[in-house]
């Protein structure tokens, strides 16, 4: 019989913490509790963990801290969880290694739909990065940024909408959907573009599309 997956839940907040614990232990996770990053750091040290939760506002290591240092010494699915409706932390969060993102408040059903999709995605695509050619160019990419050029090179030349591309790539629907593509394709323009102030090969528009020029 296959283990449950390990969820690690940082909060400072104990009551959020062990509501958290009551939904997802609900649906058959094991659930490990941090009141703190620095705490949840030394528990993804020494203990199996198979996704971290981890709220951004925090005392101490914020999330955005926190992520950082446990991407230094893991590839595990990082869930961001915050009220911050800001694109630009979006960003932040994406930039320190966090793909996925929850809004608070969320509704109970929220957890138990987005960590199975999470680790489901984790499951398919692996965790651990990838060195792929584009350009004639090495280039180190997360799982998630290559499933994301998959899909754009499904249909090239074609703009294609950024909710359709999270809703394929992410494996899941959410409002942050539109501002982790925006982070996502921000970050591929950094590793690919031999100018990423002026993309030449996966662009956008100003109506939140995309669309990828293969070579010809």
Not at 1 to 11: A, F, R
Not at 133 to 148: A, D, F, K, N, W
Not at 156 to 179: D, K, M, N, R
């Amino acid at each position: 019989m296959t283990d449950s997956p390990t969820i690690l839940v940082v909060d400072d907040n104990p009551d959020l913490c062990e509501g958290v614990r009551n939904l997802l232990e609900t649906g058959g996770y094991r659930v490990v509790i941090a009141g703190n990053g620095q705490q949840a750091f030394e528990l993804v040290e020494s203990t199996h963990v198979d996704l971290v939760a981890l709220d951004i506002m925090m005392p101490g290591w914020d999330g955005l801290r926190t992520c950082e240092q446990i991407r230094k010494i893991s590839n595990m699915p990082i869930l961001m969880v915050t009220e911050l409706d800001v694109p630009q932390v979006i960003h932040q969060a994406y930039g320190v290694g966090s793909q996925d993102y929850l809004y608070k408040p969320y509704e109970s059903w929220d957890w138990p739909i987005r960590i199975a999709a999470i680790l489901k995605r984790a499951h398919e695509l692996g965790i651990q990065p990838r060195q792929i050619e584009i350009s004639g160019r090495s280039v180190l990419l997360t799982p998630l940024e290559v499933r994301l050029l998959q899909v754009l090179r499904l249909v090239p030349s074609v703009w294609v909408p950024a909710g359709v591309l999270f809703q394929q790539t992410w494996g899941y629907s959410g409002e942050e959907g539109i501002h982790l593509v925006h982070a996502a394709v921000a970050q591929l323009h950094q590793k690919i573009e031999a100018d990423p102030g002026s993309p030449t090969i996966i662009r956008g528009d100003d109506r939140q599309r995309y669309r990828i020029q293969l070579e010809s």
